[in-house]
């Protein structure tokens, strides 16, 4: 539980979620513009579409970081060194 708290998890915490939030800034701002383009009716149904594919997107890319994480189990072996498939990310 102390790992949790130590400063350079705190640091990796602070600095992802301030990425997190400038890339959700930057998706409202690009479908804000790419919404304004279509008639003023399907203007609202654009944007909330953008945004949940946005957030599902996010979701699903962490899910599958989680799952690289995880592959820890060798592949195969060069020069002695055993490869998993986290290690070839």
Request: no cysteine.
């Amino acid at each position: 539980m102390a790992e949790f708290f130590s400063a350079e998890t705190l640091i990796a915490l602070a600095t992802l979620t301030a990425l997190e939030i400038v890339l959700g800034i930057d998706n409202v701002i690009f479908i804000a513009i790419l919404s304004a383009k279509l008639p003023v009716e399907q203007q609202d149904r654009a944007r909330l579409t953008g945004i949940m594919l946005a957030v599902i997107t996010r979701i699903l890319l962490l899910f599958s970081i989680t799952w690289i994480m995880r592959l820890t189990a060798p592949l195969f072996t060069i020069f002695g060194n055993e490869i998993s498939g986290r290690d070839l990310i």
